[in-house]
């Protein structure tokens, strides 16, 4: 798509953020912090039990207790219910309740909500909800889920598996069958989660009235929310108002429905009061959708150079009990069987996906979806290549690399990489590191017996998924674009509703950069409104990558429009032509003459108040609402290379990263300065799922990590200061723009898995096989060098 040029002024510069003065002064506004009169608080009575038969809840005793208004059991709903059921063939097809029926399936799953007028009295009554249960077998870990003779999750299932996926190119077997080298191996990530600031937090009021509910939550995706809800409670999506206000971190983990939002929904609909649940951080890390739980076995055929020859993947993700809404419960495996050939030339692949119910809390997004793992697993393979014929790790990546004329790239997986330049941002990183001399310093510390490594991955990043994409993936929502709307308002001042929303990302800066340079118009006379559906126009969300090449692209989009509306007018008043129309700094004026001028809060007044003023045949209006969908394909891929140097301590275990490098090219860069913050953001997090995060349960399937103190996040000693270096190839997208919000996540496990690998290596060879890398695991990795280096 070309977009004329529009001089640009704020698009691209390094604009503070206009939302931050509000956020770091204590001023953001968030569910918690509404307080409606007459509120009546929520808790939730969870399940001690992984897995059990719920034989009796007894309210009596918390009804009884002073200030309770309401006790809600399974019984009571036993006929609301959130189904998200995939177009895959033989799905099978899950419904998770409000509140638990006669089974719980995973541990914290509510089983009954108890609603008092003030929140330590519903804290208290909530103990005095007394359930007989009668467990059953969990099944925890993936293997005890597929094992023969393994009790069912689902009465009606076949088997605990959602759905099985298996794709295998024509060619596959010959070519693994004829291979000089194969290497097969098994990889493990560990369950975690998002885990934002802000935990959950919903407050729903109800008009009898007008039938009218409105919802305010914490979440990513308002107007999917009402959607949600309007089909579990079976009302018409007029009838309901989401708003979600400023949000404390999404990551993911609030891009989907959940039963307490439904919850309390009902309740105030029940009550006809308003509801307010503020989740704990107990019940947030208990509850609120996990991530990340993959495991793949994969087989790599290759050549004496080391080039792939055959690459052969099954994927299998512990999703806990139920789909969730809006992904369903294949978007890991589905994600994973796409993108796993990633940047590499692969002539033949198999890929097999199978999610697999379990008694864990369900499963959900969580930046980077499903790539971390893919990421993780091609990449590792490529080091046991290298590592088998005596290649540097960088040389054989080198060796398989897609190069810049295979763009665009149809890719064995299903996707179409729209253009790339990942050899040049590995390239760019390995000359910027000083690869080689790194290599030398290796060499030396381990000849005074220290133990640095060195891990270096290039990948891709698929942003902006487009409905193609998402068809592919058999949801039943198809997401492929975004709405903004640019008003005008009479003294020259620019509104932007965007159906997106913010979550941190600094989008109320970056959409009015994509707005201003078209009207001339400065930021801070630009504001950026998101997340209440009835204010907003409709569209799915922020996930995926895509906010800023859809709704930032349809803001692009309107902003030329609405300056051409303007031009046209200014034209008529200064007897001039359209064209020489020029917008600067709040001025419109003739070009070439001047004298001809006027401020553009006065052009914006004459439209709206001096209607005889305009051209015959405009509207008295100054309102654009553009959609703008991305060019077909499959998104639009960010390229990307990561390198990071450790040392490692085989006495305690303990891994300091001594260098972070990221090289990327995400396009145009709408603010380089929001796109830098997004990358440490992403590498952190990385860091905390290859070092630290891990959700541990027990062999009853009880969750052990249900404070901070022990589900450990990374802290600012546990992550070095991110170095970052960029490339600008535009893309085909309004604006040349790509995504990268979750770039930055995805490869900090494989880079640092690689490093550690590479660290032991003095000690013996090890694969470093499963996430996260925390001391007691790094100890019993270099233990393993040890013996196998005898
Ligand atoms: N940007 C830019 N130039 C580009 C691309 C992006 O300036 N070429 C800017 C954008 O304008 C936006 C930010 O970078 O301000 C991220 O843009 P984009 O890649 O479009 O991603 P989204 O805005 O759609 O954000 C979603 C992404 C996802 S999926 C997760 S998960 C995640 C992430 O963003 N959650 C976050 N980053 C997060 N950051 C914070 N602080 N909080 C979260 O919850
Ligand atoms: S996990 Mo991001 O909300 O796609």
Redesign the pocket.
């Known amino acids: 798509m070309t977009i004329r040029e529009t001089n640009p002024r704020h698009f691209g510069s390094r604009a503070a953020r206009s939302e931050d003065p509000r956020f770091l002064t204590g001023q953001g506004r968030y569910v918690a912090d509404l307080t409606n009169v007459g509120t009546v608080h929520a808790r939730f009575v969870r399940s001690p039990f992984a897995h059990a038969k719920v034989i009796s809840v007894e309210t009596s005793e918390a009804l009884a207790t002073p200030g309770v208004l309401a006790v809600f059991t399974g019984s009571d709903w036993a006929d609301i219910g959130i189904t998200c059921v995939s177009s895959y063939p033989g799905f099978q097809s899950s419904r998770m309740p409000i509140l638990a029926g006669d089974t719980v399936r995973y541990n914290g799953e509510a089983v009954a909500m108890v609603l008092a007028d003030d929140e330590y009295v519903a804290e208290d009554a909530a103990r005095m909800v007394f359930v007989d249960y009668e467990p059953l077998q969990p099944l925890v870990d993936i293997a005890d889920a597929l094992a023969d003779g393994a009790p069912r999750i689902h009465e009606d299932w076949e088997d605990n598996v959602f759905v099985k996926r298996r794709f295998v190119s024509d060619g596959f077997q010959d070519a693994l069958d004829a291979a000089p080298h194969v290497v097969t191996q098994k990889w493990e990530m560990a369950r975690h989660s ?1 885990t934002p600031i802000e935990c959950r937090a919903v407050v729903a009021t109800y008009e009898p009235g007008r039938d009218h509910l409105t919802v305010w939550t914490s979440t ?1 995706i308002p107007h999917l929310i009402k959607s949600g809800l309007a089909a579990a409670l079976g009302r018409s999506e007029d009838g309901i108002r989401v708003v979600s206000p400023d949000v404390g971190g ?3 983990v609030k ?1 989907q429905l959940y039963p307490e939002e439904v919850a309390c929904a009902q309740a105030a609909i029940a009550l006809h009061k308003p509801i307010r649940w503020v989740e704990d951080r107990r019940e947030h890390l208990l509850t609120a959708h996990h991530s990340r739980e993959h495991m793949h076995e994969a087989t790599m055929a290759y050549d004496d150079d080391g080039r792939i020859l055959a690459y052969g993947v099954e994927v299998r993700v512990n999703m806990g009990p139920y789909s969730v809404f809006p992904w369903t419960a294949t978007m890991d495996t589905g994600m994973a069987m796409g993108i796993l050939p990633g940047p590499y030339r692969v002539g033949e692949y198999s890929a097999s996906g199978f999610p697999v119910a379990t008694n864990k809390a369900p499963f959900g ?5 499903s790539r971390p793992a893919a990421c993780f697993t091609t990449e590792r393979m490529l080091d046991q290549v290298a590592r088998e014929r005596g290649l540097d790790p960088l040389e054989v990546r080198r060796r398989n690399l897609l190069q810049s004329e295979d763009f665009p790239h149809r890719s064995i997986g299903g996707l179409v990489y729209d253009s790339g330049t990942v050899r040049e941002c590995l390239e760019l990183l390995v000359e910027w590191t000083n690869y080689e001399d790194l290599r030398v310093d290796q060499e030396r510390k381990r000849a005074d017996g220290r133990l640095m490594g060195i891990g270096v991955v290039p990948f891709i990043e698929q942003t902006a998924h487009t409905s193609q994409e998402f068809l592919q993936r058999g949801v039943p929502i198809v997401f492929g674009y975004e709405t903004s709307k640019l008003r005008l308002t009479p003294d020259g001042r620019l509104i932007i509703s965007a159906s997106i929303h913010s979550h941190g990302q600094g989008l109320e800066t970056t959409l009015a950069q994509m707005a201003a340079d078209a009207l001339g118009i400065g930021l801070a006379d630009i504001r950026v409104e998101f997340g209440d559906t009835d204010q907003v126009p409709y569209g799915s969300g ?4 895509r906010s800023a090449v859809l709704a930032g692209g349809a803001a692009r989009l309107a902003s030329l429009e609405l300056r051409d509306k303007l031009a046209r007018v200014a034209a008529y008043i200064f007897e001039a032509a359209a064209e020489d129309i020029v917008f600067t700094d709040g001025h419109v004026s003739v070009r070439g003459t001047p004298t001809r001028a006027m401020q553009l809060s006065e052009l914006c007044r004459i439209v709206y108040q001096r209607p005889e003023q305009i051209p015959p045949g405009e509207t008295p209006s100054l309102e654009v609402s553009t959609t703008y969908d991305a060019p077909p394909g499959t998104g639009t891929y960010t390229s990307a290379a990561h390198l990071a140097v450790v040392e490692v301590d085989a006495e305690t275990g303990r891994v300091q990263i001594d260098d972070y490098a990221v090289v990327e090219d995400c396009g145009r860069m709408i603010n380089p300065m929001i796109v830098e913050g997004q990358i440490t953001g992403g590498v952190a997090q990385g860091i905390g799922s290859a070092m630290l995060e891990e959700f541990v349960y027990d062999d009853q399937g009880n969750l052990m990590t249900t404070t901070l103190m022990d589900y450990l996040m990374p802290t600012a000693t546990d992550v070095p200061r991110v170095r970052i270096r960029h490339i600008e190839t535009p893309s085909d997208t309004v604006a040349g723009v790509r995504g990268m ?2 770039g930055g996540a995805i490869a900090p496990g494989a880079v640092l898995a690689a490093a550690v690998e590479d660290a032991l290596l003095p000690l013996g060879p090890v694969v470093v096989d499963r996430l996260p890398l925390s001391p007691e695991r790094v100890l019993r990795y270099a233990d393993r060098a040890r013996s196998n280096g005898r």
């Open positions: 998002g990513q999404g990551f993911g891009a997004a969580y930046r980077g979806v922020t996930f995926a990558s919000g979750e």
